[in-house]
């Protein structure tokens, strides 16, 4: 309920234009031309009563008469129910394009502050502390970093989707998707140098992510064997076989690995691998596409560049997402999911036909 009155608040100062802020400023009747304001005072209440409860706080917040007539009775109920509260701030957010509704900490949160939210921003102290924003906690807990990338929050996720629904591909758009990309991360991975990048984009109403890891090494001695355990979803995750192969495991549910990589060996100079490319492959229980290359940029190191590819949905309420990154007690095993082969490459226009790959899913 606190919350509620300093939203309600909020809202009223608002509205006040700023030029006049400081001066008397008389509120308009917002009556004055509807013939609401002819309705006896019961008609009214049977209006507000007649309404589910989070409809009827609303009611009773669209003017000061109504708010007078009808009082506060509809607000004080929502504090009792998170379900209520949420959709009475789902009523809110229609006419508030600024701001979303945050279902895990049941408030709203203004598309202004993104890049509070992530890495370095002034709201990351609550990556840990589910007291101040649940929203950040719950990505800690889902795994958001690992699964998806490290800038990554679910809501400057929806943030983005709910601005691009309502203004388009304009500049504040670009600007969410670019906060909540991830340009460069570099990081140790075993005796490998990694080097991190993420790529966000919308199309047909949905959030694609392209993430791309180039592990970097010398030739003998390191290969693919510092690899072994890599994740790419919740179900699936790169184990090495030896230095010269790399094999998807199934993890949720268990299934037979499957080869991903295997590099021949050459005693040529110093390179140990032949370059290579795999074929590109899917993951059966969520929209994740995965392929691994290996290049040598001189004669005496490695690259081993995997790029996976997601489709996360519209939104962090969807499906989709939770098929990324499912809560820590989702213990049911998801359901198989079929999805065109290359469909969520394609977005990203990265499928060479110079160089065709053989497309095939990992566990049909």
């Known amino acids: 309920m606190e919350y509620i009155k300093r939203l309600f608040a909020s809202l009223q100062q608002d509205r006040i234009p700023k030029a006049r802020a400081s001066s008397q400023y008389l509120r308009p009747n917002a009556l004055e031309n509807s013939h609401v304001a002819k309705l006896p005072t019961e008609i009214l209440q049977q209006i507000a009563d007649a309404l589910p409860n989070e409809a009827a706080a609303s009611f009773s917040l669209s003017c000061r008469h109504i708010y007078l007539l009808v009082g506060p009775q509809y607000l004080a109920r929502l504090a009792s129910s998170k379900s209520k509260t949420l959709s009475f701030l789902e009523l809110l957010e229609r006419d508030l394009p600024d701001q979303i509704v945050c279902h895990p900490c049941c408030k709203l949160h203004k598309t202004k502050d993104a890049e509070k939210y992530t890495v370095g921003g002034q709201l990351s102290s609550s990556w840990v ?36 629904r309502v203004f388009g591909p304009d500049a504040q758009s670009r600007r969410l998707l670019d906060i909540l990309s991830n340009k460069h991360t570099t990081y140790p991975w075993n005796d490998l140098l ?124 969807t499906e989709e997402w939770r098929a990324h990154c499912p809560p820590m007690d989702f213990l049911e095993t998801p359901p198989p999911i079929l999805f065109k082969r290359g469909e969520i490459s394609s977005v990203f226009q990265e499928l060479q036909t110079t160089q065709p790959l053989v497309l095939t899913s990992i566990f049909s």
């Not at 889902?142 to 989707?161: Q, T």
Request: hydrophobic share 35%; net charge negative; aromatic share 8%.
């Open 194 to 317: 990694t080097k991190e990048e993420a790529r966000c984009q919308i199309q047909h109403g949905s959030l694609f992510v392209r993430k791309r890891m180039t592990f970097h090494g010398p030739c003998r001695g390191v290969e693919l064997e510092s690899i072994d355990g890599f994740p790419i979803c919740p179900h699936l995750e790169i184990l090495s076989r030896g230095p010269l192969s790399l094999y998807i495991a199934q993890l949720h549910p268990y299934a037979p690995d499957k080869q991903l990589l295997y590099c021949e060996s050459t005693s040529h100079c110093k390179k140990s691998l032949l370059p290579a490319r795999s074929e590109l492959h899917q993951c059966q229980y969520c929209r994740t596409e995965i392929t691994a290359d290996i290049q040598h940029p001189d004669n005496s190191t490695f690259d081993l560049i995997i790029t996976v590819w997601k489709d996360l949905g519209q939104g962090p309420e």
């Open 129 to 164: 502390d589910p007291g101040r924003l649940k929203c950040l906690h719950d990505d800690m807990e889902a795994l958001v970093e690992l699964y998806i990338h490290e800038n990554f929050r679910s809501v400057v996720f929806k943030m983005v989707m709910k601005h691009f």
